[in-house]
C-alpha cells in the first residue's frame, strides 16, 4: 500500500528565510512524487513532481523539492520565504503499480504554512 | 476548457434533498478523480475513471454515494438523502494517460462547496 507522512501540522517562518515542509512516503514499487499548495478556499495548484532523474526538482513559485531514497522523503523548500507563500501545502505519492488502484493520487494530511512579514 | 470545471462551485442544501456535482474534466484527459476535503481534514479519495475500465469505487463512503462519467468525459457525482456530515468541498482532478501514465500530472478543479442544513 502507498502512503504519505506530512509529520508537521504547521510551519511558521519569518519572510526572508529559508522553508522546509516536510514529506516521508512509503510505496511497495517506484515513487512518484508530488507537491500541490491550496490557498483558502482555492482547487489545489500543482507545484512540482519527482518521477526519476535528478533528485532536486525544481518547480513553480521559486520551489524546489529534494528526493532522498535512503531516508523515503520528498521534502519541499524554498530559499527564501514570501508572505505570499502561506498557504496549505500537501505532499502526495500516486500509485505506479499494477492493479485497480493503478494512478491513484495518496495525500498526506498537509501542512499549513504561515510566513509573518 | 482550460482546466477542471466543476459546477455548482457552491451548493447549500436540506438534509435529506438528493444534489449533483459536475465535473468537466480537461480536454483529452482519459483519467478523471473525485475527492472530499472536509473542514479540518486532509483530501479523501471517493471514486477513480479511467478510460473505459470499472471505475475504483473503493472510496465511496457509502451507498448514498454515486458517479457516473459519460463518454469519457463529463462526470457527475450524485449523493443521495444528504447528512450533515455530507458538507464538505468535492475535489474533481483528471490527467492525461499518454506516454508514462504515473508520471503525469492530475490537475484540480476549484471544488463544489457543499453545505447540508
Known amino acids: 500500500a502507498q502512503s504519505v507522512a506530512q509529520p508537521e501540522d504547521q510551519v511558521k517562518v519569518a519572510e526572508g528565510n529559508p522553508l522546509t515542509v516536510k514529506c516521508t512516503y512509503s510505496?511497495?514499487?517506484?515513487?512518484?512524487l508530488f507537491w500541490y499548495v491550496q490557498y483558502p478556499n482555492r482547487g489545489l495548484q500543482f507545484l512540482l513532481k519527482y518521477i526519476t532523474g535528478d533528485n532536486l526538482v525544481k518547480g513553480s513559485y521559486g520551489f524546489e523539492a529534494e528526493f532522498n531514497k535512503s531516508q523515503t522523503s520528498f521534502h519541499l523548500k524554498k530559499p527564501s520565504a514570501l508572505v505570499s507563500d502561506s498557504a496549505l501545502y500537501f505532499c502526495?505519492?500516486?500509485?505506479?503499480?499494477?492493479?485497480?488502484?493503478?494512478?491513484?493520487?495518496?495525500f498526506g494530511r498537509g501542512t499549513q504554512l504561515t510566513v509573518w512579514p | 476548457g482550460a482546466g477542471v470545471s466543476q459546477s455548482p462551485s457552491n451548493k447549500v442544501t436540506e438534509k435529506g434533498k438528493d444534489v449533483e456535482l459536475r465535473c468537466d474534466p480537461i480536454s483529452g484527459h482519459t483519467a478523471l478523480y473525485w475527492y472530499r476535503q472536509s473542514l479540518g481534514q486532509g483530501l479523501e479519495f471517493l471514486i477513480y475513471f479511467q478510460g473505459n475500465s470499472a471505475p475504483d469505487k473503493s472510496g465511496l463512503p457509502s451507498d448514498r454515494f454515486s458517479a457516473e462519467r459519460t463518454g469519457g468525459s463529463v462526470s457527475t457525482l450524485t449523493i443521495q438523502r444528504t447528512q450533515q456530515e455530507d458538507s464538505a468541498v468535492y475535489l474533481c482532478a483528471s490527467s492525461p494517460t499518454g506516454g508514462f501514465f504515473s508520471g503525469n500530472t492530475i490537475y484540480f478543479g476549484e471544488g463544489s462547496w457543499l453545505t447540508v442544513v
Open positions: 502526495a505519492v500516486r500509485d505506479g503499480d499494477r492493479g485497480s488502484t493503478l494512478g491513484r493520487l495518496y
Open positions: 510505496v511497495s514499487g517506484n515513487p512518484y
